[in-house]
C-alpha cells in the first residue's frame, strides 16, 4: 500500500511514524520541500542564535520511511506532482504543509526556516547600537523581540502590534507586556501600513498608521497567518484562508483518499500550533489504521487547556484557556511556566519522532 505524506513538520513527521508502524504493508513516502525537520516553535531561538531548531530528517523517521526532497506542485487523483517533473503515485496521501508567512515587502520572515536563517545572519551581522523592529504582537511576534533582547542587549528591539499580547487574558497580557519591559523591549501598539528603504543611516523605515516612522536596521516579520496554496491549487476544497476542508474523521470532503492535519486543515476552533497539528496527526493515522483494518474512523475531537509564550530562557507565561480556547483569567509565569513551555516544545519533537503522544 503506498502511501505519501507531504510534509514533514511536527504533524507529517508523526504521520508517518505512526502510519509505517500502524499498518505494516505501508510504503511510506515523505515529500518535504528541505532534508530537515524543522523545529518552528524554536525559530525565534535560531534567529537569537541561542539554539538551532533543524535536525535531518533521517534522525526523526523510522528504518523504511522513504525521503523525497522537493516540492510538490499538485496532489490529487491518486498522484502528487512534483516541481522537477516526477510524479509519484498513491493509494492514500496525507496532506501536512503547515502554515506560512506572507510578510510586507522590506521585511524578514520569521515563521519559515528561510526567513529564520536569513534573520540569523543579518542580526548577527549587526553591530551595537543597531535597532530591530519585530513585526506582529502575538506569540511569535513576543517570542522573537523578547529572545532577540536577551540574547543581543546592545541592539534596540521594538515589538509592533495593532494590540500586542491582546489573545490573552487582561491580567496574562500584562504580565506578558511586563516582562518584554524588563528585557528592555519597546512596545508599539500600532499597525505598520509600509516598509521603505532608508535613506540615511539605517536600512529601513517602518511607517505606522498613527504617522509615526521608525527607523530600523532589521525588521522581522512575525505574522503566520497563512496556508502554502498547494491545496487551492490542487482542486481541494479550501476555505477562504486556503485550508482544506475536512470531514469529522480529518479527510478532505473532496477525496476521501486524502487526510489534512495540521494547520492547513479547516478543522473547527483548531488554531496555528504544534499543540493542535500532534493530536490531529494522531488521530488521523489511527483513523486510516482502523480504515486498513476494515473498521469505522472516529471522529476527531480534541480539548483545549492552555497557551504559552516565552519571554527569553528565564521568563515565560502560561495562559489557562477552556476546552475551547477561549481564554481564562487564571495565569502563572516566571521559573513554572518556563519549565512548563519548555517540556511543552520538548515533547512535541519527542512525539513527532516517536509516532505517539509523549505525555
Known amino acids: 500500500m503506498r502511501i505519501v505524506v507531504v510534509g514533514s513538520g511536527y504533524a507529517g513527521t508523526l504521520v508517518a511514524n505512526r502510519v509505517a508502524k500502524k499498518v505494516e504493508d505501508a510504503e511510506v513516502t515523505v515529500i518535504n520541500p528541505r532534508p530537515d525537520f524543522v523545529e518552528r516553535v524554536r525559530l525565534h531561538q535560531q534567529i537569537a542564535g541561542t539554539r538551532s531548531a533543524a ?102 528591539v521594538r515589538l509592533i502590534g495593532s494590540s500586542v499580547a491582546g489573545g490573552l487574558s487582561e491580567g496574562a497580557s500584562r504580565r506578558v507586556r511586563a516582562g518584554l519591559e524588563r528585557l528592555t523591549v519597546d512596545i508599539i501598539d500600532d499597525d505598520v501600513v509600509e516598509i521603505v528603504a532608508g535613506t540615511g543611516e539605517f536600512d529601513d523605515v517602518v511607517r505606522l498608521r498613527s504617522g509615526w516612522d521608525l527607523s530600523s536596521d532589521l525588521t522581522l516579520w512575525a505574522i503566520v497567518a497563512d496556508v502554502p496554496p498547494l491545496a487551492a491549487l490542487s482542486g481541494l476544497a479550501v476555505d477562504a484562508r486556503g485550508r482544506v476542508i475536512v470531514d469529522e474523521f480529518l479527510r478532505s470532503v473532496g477525496d476521501e483518499r486524502i487526510f489534512a492535519v495540521g494547520d492547513c486543515a479547516a478543522v473547527p476552533g483548531a488554531r496555528f500550533a504544534c499543540y493542535t497539528a500532534l493530536p490531529q496527526a494522531i488521530h488521523a493515522a489511527d483513523n486510516f489504521a482502523r480504515l486498513v483494518r476494515g473498521r469505522k474512523p472516529k471522529p476527531h475531537s480534541f480539548p483545549y487547556w492552555a497557551r504559552g509564550v516565552c519571554l527569553g530562557r528565564k521568563d515565560a507565561v502560561t495562559q489557562l484557556t477552556h476546552a475551547d480556547d477561549t481564554v481564562r483569567e487564571a495565569f502563572f509565569g516566571g521559573r513554572a511556566a518556563v519549565v512548563l513551555k519548555e517540556m511543552a516544545s520538548s515533547s512535541a519533537f519527542s512525539s513527532a519522532r516517536a509516532g505517539r503522544s509523549a505525555l
Open 55 to 156: 535536525t535531518p530528517l533521517v534522525d526523526m523517521l523510522r528504518d523504511g520511511i522513504t525521503v523525497r526532497v522537493g516540492s510538490v506542485e499538485k496532489i490529487g487523483d491518486g498522484t502528487v506532482a512534483l516541481a522537477d517533473g516526477e510524479r509519484i503515485d498513491f493509494d492514500h496521501a496525507f496532506l501536512a504543509v503547515g502554515s506560512t508567512v506572507a510578510p510586507m515587502p522590506g521585511a524578514v520572515a520569521v515563521g519559515t526556516w528561510e526567513g529564520a536563517q536569513q534573520a540569523r545572519t543579518a542580526l548577527a551581522a549587526l553591530p551595537a547600537g543597531s535597532q530591530v523592529a519585530v513585526i506582529g504582537g502575538g506569540p511569535t511576534g513576543i517570542e522573537t523581540a523578547a529572545e532577540i533582547a536577551e540574547a543581543r542587549p546592545d541592539v534596540r
